[in-house]
């Protein structure tokens, strides 16, 4: 059955993840009826602090919760309900990766130290691509040529650690997108680098989702990266939605106190570096 156009890509309905500690029986929930939807090129951002469940959501929706953890509710995509989906069902690899890729959070330890580049891309898509090796090569050119990385065959014979992380982190976003999924879930793309690159890393990042028109479910939790790449914004606190809207509206008028609790804390951090960088920068300078 086809997707009317104007169905929501991904429809969530009252998602609850519960962990069963077996020793005491004790229920201990970490998402409470989680319910809202993803659309054809929206790009919604879950935000909230660490431990709020950012995590255990987006695995949940793909299918990738540990087997311990009681799930209910929907995930309802393409007329599935993805939740009902057992673990080793085939249909999953239909899914995960070509229709719903995800950037998972750390993805950067998931470069093998000991393989080169060029091994690690061309191992993990041959798992979903069947294609000639001319073909697959030129596949990784493509979408490489656009984080600014044209040179695959110098690329390829590279060690992880003889690139930067910024480079890799624009590898681990480009390949997300070659199988020109529908939907890109990435939980914290840009949380293992640094400012300044996180910035270009996030410009691609925004010109890719556009060129390929593909929904973004962004996990993060960090308001300026919200700010970049969401049009929509979900506040998550202790797995429980608090706050949804518009991310512009949230951000300049935050109705929830722990939304402006949160925001709070960022601005008095910005404004505690940005002094230390002006105090650091007088220092440098030689007086007149
Ligand atoms: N494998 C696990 N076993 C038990 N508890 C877990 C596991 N993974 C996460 N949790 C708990 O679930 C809650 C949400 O975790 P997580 O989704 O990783 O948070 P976030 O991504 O927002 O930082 C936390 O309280 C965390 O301790
Ligand atoms: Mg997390």
């Known amino acids: 059955m086809k997707n009317n ?11 609850t993840v519960t962990l069963c500690n077996k020793t005491t029986n004790h229920q201990h929930q970490l998402l409470h009826n989680l319910s809202f939807t993803l659309n054809r090129n929206q790009c919604l951002a879950v935000i909230g602090e660490s431990g709020s469940g950012k995590t255990i959501m987006s695995k949940a929706i793909i299918g990738l919760c540990p087997q311990e953890f009681n799930l209910s509710g929907e995930v309802i995509f393409q007329h599935q309900n993805l939740l009902t989906l057992p ?7 239909q899914i995960r990766g070509r229709k719903i890729a995800m950037i998972p959070q750390n993805s950067l330890n998931a470069f093998n130290p000991l393989l080169s580049i060029g091994t690690q891309i061309e ?7 069947i294609l000639s090796k001319s073909q697959l090569l030129a596949q990784i050119n493509h979408v490489l040529e656009k984080v600014a990385l044209p040179d695959y065959s110098h ?3 590279k060690y992880p650690h003889e690139i930067s992380g910024g480079m890799l982190q624009r590898i681990t976003i480009a390949l997300a ?3 020109k999924p529908d939907i890109i879930i990435a939980d914290e793309p840009t949380s293992s680098i640094d400012w300044l690159t996180k910035k270009e890393v996030l410009a691609f990042f925004k010109q890719l989702l556009n060129d390929h028109q593909t929904a973004l479910l962004l996990i993060t939790h960090d308001f300026a990266e919200a700010n970049e790449l969401s049009d929509h914004l979900i506040v998550l606190k202790q797995g429980k ?7 512009k509206q949230i951000l300049s008028h935050p109705q ?4 402006q609790n949160l925001l709070n804390a960022r601005n008095k951090l910005d404004t505690f570096f940005l002094k230390h960088r002006q105090s650091d920068k007088a220092q440098r300078e030689p007086a007149c």
Do not use: C
């Open 177 to 179: 997108f070659i199988l």
């Open 256 to 259: 929830h106190t722990y939304t």
């Open 123 to 129: 191992e993990t898509l041959k798992q979903h691509l």
């Open 5 to 15: 156009i104007t169905d929501p890509l991904l429809n969530v309905i009252n998602l």
């Open 241 to 247: 939605i608090v706050e949804t809207g518009a991310t």
């Open 155 to 157: 690329l390829a014979k």
């Open 87 to 93: 673990k080793n069902d085939a249909r999953w690899s």
